[in-house]
């Protein structure tokens, strides 16, 4: 097999039976805000033009890039679609010409004359723009995990199709926070810290948890090179940047006894055969500075791209719509079908467009002009931006605006992913989707687990990931490692997000019950990070009941230290 990374989550994918050209990402993604790191403008695209199969991993720009698969990908690739509730990504990509596709079912082993590949797709209200997913490739020879920047909840699901001999994974944020919240500046730099460490982390345990014999970062950093964003790069390793870089993260795996991390850079080619494998990088393309003197390579990728960015700005509209009445209009009927997802605001968000000022109040369930109500949530957005999103009717402000970093942001209490889900929910379709979610989920049946005299639910009550792989427990607080959400044990509440409660019981007498302290091999002198046995869990532990989810809200707002905005 041989592997052609094109930057951040790109790559090529030729065996005998055929190629995949997966992520591929060359533009310049929310307005301007982020470009490829390091750059790729010197790859040959006319290499990856014809691949037998396409695979789109999910909607999010620095994955989808419309333009470059319009122009750039023959038509006759076969899609290889991932198992999602709403077709948006296969409408997305016939709008681009694609015409031929292939629908998987998630997890399951497709078998394409002679390759077998599966996606596993998440489906969450909060996976991506509503859909996220990871590619598993085996050409009989070598197993790939293209994990990009899904977060799977279901190892096993996963490992079924290993062992892997590469495994491809981000490790670093595509996020706006903390940085657009208005927190003062020392408490930028702890917010700062904990998500990137966070975040490391995170990709170190599903590293563990893959097992792969050799691990690729990739899917980020992205880089920003606009005058008004250019400092939330991370120049010099600073610790309270939440956008470490490729170096950072293999030496942080060594830092965890990890020695198979390896840098690819746009354009390597990785040679693999079972767990053998070589890289090697055209001389045009290796380029030691990006990491040594990361700020002069970035000023001179700056100047580079700075006319494309002059010329996104110049494209915004400015005084074209009237931003009221046309909210009004556009969100009033959501907000009536948003039972569920107003409930979970459960208050007022003020969108601060300049002169424009608007309240979304998710208790009335109405937008209004605002007359001075005290909010939740405030977004300072430039009226251009919403004015784009109007007359493009963007049913997903997450995948333009929120992404983009180009707004400030303040809130009372905690990090509350409804808000979030309304603004990537704007068309009746997405909004009975994300009702019909959170309706089912409330019905779910919990499975519980018992860990360190805890007894309580196994699967997060965030995006159900398993508390008994990704679960630490410190005194009395349980920290999911996957986004980094925190309980209470002695109560269930949730100190990370409002609304969200983890089911607790009292401990079973059965002392028996296999604990996660058994399956504890290691800890960390550098964090929160321990190495798990493998057989962290066994099935006969686990006990099946019906527990309603928790909904009561909190009584107070708590500012976390991990937020997952
Ligand atoms: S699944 Fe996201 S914090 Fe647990």
């Not at 693999?272 to 001389?283: A, N, R």
């Not at 208050?347 to 009335?364: P, Y």
């Not at 686990?542 to 997952?564: F, G, R, W, Y």
Request: glycine share 6%; net charge negative; aromatic share 12%.
């Amino acid at each position: 097999m041989k592997i052609t990374f094109l930057g951040h989550a790109g790559m090529f994918i030729e065996t005998q039976y055929g190629s995949i050209l997966c992520d591929p990402w060359f533009n310049p993604a929310y307005f301007a805000s982020w470009f490829p790191f390091p750059s790729n403008e010197e790859i040959d695209i006319s290499t990856t033009a014809h691949p037998t199969y396409l695979y789109i991993s999910h909607l999010h720009q620095d994955h989808f890039d419309a333009a470059f698969l319009r122009e750039h990908v023959s038509k006759d690739a076969i899609v290889l679609l991932p198992d999602y509730p709403l077709n948006l990504l296969e409408r997305a990509l016939r709008e681009c010409g694609f015409t031929h596709f292939i629908a998987t079912k998630n997890g399951e082993a497709l078998a394409l004359n002679g390759l077998t590949v599966s996606i596993i797709s998440l489906v969450a209200p909060t996976d991506g723009p509503i859909g996220d997913s990871g590619l598993t490739v085996d050409d009989g020879v070598t197993r790939i995990f293209d994990q990009n920047d899904s977060r799977p909840v279901d190892i096993e699901r996963i490992t079924a199709y290993g062992p892997f001999d590469a495994h491809f994974v981000q490790f670093s944020g595509a996020l706006w926070y903390p940085m657009t919240y208005q927190y003062p500046p020392e408490m930028q730099l702890v917010l700062g810290a904990k998500k990137r460490e966070n975040e490391m982390a995170r990709a170190l345990q599903y590293i563990q948890h893959i097992g792969a014999s050799a691990v690729f970062p990739s899917a980020g950093p992205a880089c920003f090179l606009d005058d008004e964003l250019f400092q939330f790069n991370d120049f010099d390793r600073s610790k309270t940047n939440t956008f470490p870089d490729q170096s950072v993260f293999v030496e942080y795996m060594q830092a965890h006894g990890l020695n198979n991390g390896e840098i690819l850079l746009p354009g390597s080619v990785l040679s693999i055969e079972h767990d053998k494998y070589s890289v090697f990088t055209p001389q045009n393309m290796l380029k030691q500075e990006v990491f040594t003197q990361k700020r002069a390579y970035l000023e001179g990728y700056k100047t580079r791209m700075q006319a494309r960015i002059d010329a996104e700005k110049q494209s915004w509209p400015v005084g074209q719509v009237d931003i009221l009445s046309s909210l009004i209009d556009w969100f009033d009927p959501l907000l009536q079908q948003a039972n569920l997802l107003s409930a979970g605001v459960n208050g007022r968000v003020l969108l601060d467009c300049e002169k424009h000022k608007i309240l979304l109040d998710f208790h009335q369930r109405r937008v209004s002009e605002w007359q001075q109500q005290e909010c939740d949530f405030v977004f300072q957005i430039a009226p251009a931006l919403v004015e784009y999103c109007i007359l493009h009717r963007i049913e997903d402000w997450v995948n333009h605006v929120f992404l983009s970093c180009r707004f400030k942001a303040q809130r009372k209490g905690a990090y509350n992913e409804y808000v979030y889900t309304f603004f990537k929910s704007l068309s009746p379709e997405r909004i009975q989707y994300v009702e019909r979610y959170y309706a089912e989920k409330s019905l779910a049946k919990q499975i519980m687990w018992e860990s360190q005299g805890h007894r309580m639910q196994r699967y997060c009550p965030h995006m159900k990931g398993d508390l008994s792989r990704f679960g630490i427990i410190e005194g009395n607080v349980l920290t999911c490692t996957l986004h980094g959400w925190q309980f209470d044990l002695t109560t269930g509440r949730c100190l990370t997000s409002e609304n969200y409660y983890l089911s607790i019981q009292s401990p079973a007498a059965n002392e028996d019950t296999q604990t996660q302290d058994d399956a504890i091999t290691n800890t960390c002198h550098h964090c929160w990070h321990r190495t798990l046995k493998s057989d962290i869990l066994k099935s006969d532990t686990l006990k099946s009941e019906t527990v309603p989810d928790s909904v009561t809200p909190p009584d107070n707002a708590i500012l976390p230290l991990a937020s997952t905005d």
